[in-house]
């Protein structure tokens, strides 16, 4: 007779039940890239499938400090798909994190081997340790602004560029009108890096407990070989990968072995983004009169009328105002929308797109729905106008926002094609009807009719910044002219209400809803048969979805706008803010 127990005994039953969970470690790769947010249509979200989405990191780092089952925080520091603002968020992320008595570490091969290494030591400042590998470089070395001019270049080619702007602030096409700073860009450029670079000093000071006078000298001799960052207190330690691994993993399972007999279980490690999703429920519909939520409608990149548009092989967004305008009357007629936050980040574009869009974000307000507008990277020019219609404006202080002024002109190509025989001919039919033809300069009248342009458009947005900053057309005036400010400058002449992240503007659209503590949830959901069922009109969400379409210039799309290629339009900002 078989004995079953004796077959059965050596396995035991428990092995198959849920083992013990050990204590977890959230890793975090940032070598690996971001992506601003998760595209809505299929081909992006299979070409970008692998991506970190930011949004992901942030509320991933959240949750963890609220779970008592993440012991740890670890994380391979780049911020080369990073800008000031978004490190300024992730660095406020980690301090909750810590803030609920959590060990965060920060470890990199290197901070910059070629001397970019100001923006990941500056995230790097915001964690318990920062490690570095024992052959790495920690490029801590200040801002620069750099402004490439291709004046002196297309002069040779018999290029010009007309230029009309509103004020001597706006410099979006300084690089092809100028062969350097003029004074006004040189003042506005100045004050940029010289806040940026206070807010790096701050912070190191504080983290590295050394006094500023201190820290700006040590600046001021970097770089620093892996022995002179130790000596000088910058990094807490010099360690190869697996040696970092080792000593956090074995930090944590001390601290969960409280009987000191080694039976507590192996902690675990697990990517930010893969244990937020895990950990997200999916959205499900709520009967009327349930408690509702906080919509987060995100717009990023270049304005333009029409719907907003991905590629995707790169090149950025380009952010269509007929989508972001159907989000926000989506919103108003949901009874579970409590209040929204608009998180823009974007240099600007078109002004009626963007005006189109300060409409539809006012009339959710006086719907009774509180709208909070949070600012990222960029919000400046038209990524500023769009603001303008919310119930509050947060930015970091690292934020490039203002810009509040009008730009428009064109290149002259007549001179470069007679140069190579290129000729052409044309009829007409009006004075004006190749008024902007790029052969030829603008006539007398046609430049009247572009400052008339120019002047009605920068008097109509200085009056609506006016309007909803509760401040006089002088005051605004005295702060707009083009300029851009950071954010922390921005707040300090009343263009921003408060310094701060996604939980800042949360925070704030509870407080004005007066509805508790409303859960945030990314506006709106798109359901998969959207894309192929018929619409039944334009108020039906679906017909304005975002588009996946082919760039002209694709991946080319920031050199392109370097070269001073057609831009999106003249609320612009410069495309590219090279700050490292």
Known sequence: MVDLAKITEPLSLTRFGPRPRGPLVLELDLTEGVADEAPGDPISQIVNRRRQHYLDIVEGIRRGARDPGVAALLVRVDARSLGFAKVQELRDCVADFRAAGKTAVAWADSFGETGEGNLPYYLSCAFSRVVMAPTGVLGLTGLMM??????GALD????????????EYKNALNSVTETGFTEAQREASGRIVSSLGDQLVEAVSEARGLPEEKVRELVSRGPFMPKEALDAGLVDGLAYRDEVYADLLGEVRSQADGAGDGSAPEPSLQFVTRYHRKHTPAPRPRAAGGPGYIALISATGAISLGRTRRSPLGGGTVMGSDTVTAAFRAARKDPQVKAVVF????????????????????LTSRAGIPVVSAMGDIAGSGGYYVTLGSDA????????????????????LGGLLERFGVTSDSVSTGEHAGMFDTRKPFTESEWERVNALLDEIYEDFTGKVAEARKMTREQVHEVARGRVWTGRDARERGLVD???????????????????????????RAHPLDRIRQHESSEDM?????????????????AAVAMGLPAAGPLTMPDVWDIR
């Open 156 to 167: 040779k080619l018999g290029v010009s560029y007309e230029v009309g702007r509103r004020h």
């Open 542 to 558: 679906a017909a304005s979805q975002p588009q996946t379409v082919l760039g002209a210039w694709g991946p080319l799309q920031h």
């Open 343 to 362: 998180r823009v980040d974007s240099q600007g574009g078109s002004p009626t797109a963007s005006d189109a869009i300060r409409r539809e974000s006012e």
């Open 146 to 151: 750099r402004v490439t001019f291709l004046k």
């Open 498 to 524: 408060e310094l701060g992240g996604l939980e800042t503007a949360v925070r704030l659209a509870r407080e004005k809803a007066g509805a508790g503590p409303l859960p945030l949830r990314a506006f709106p």
């Open 393 to 412: 404006v947060v930015a970091q202080p690292g934020t490039l926002t203002g810009s509040i002024g009008v730009i428009t002109g064109k290149p002259v």
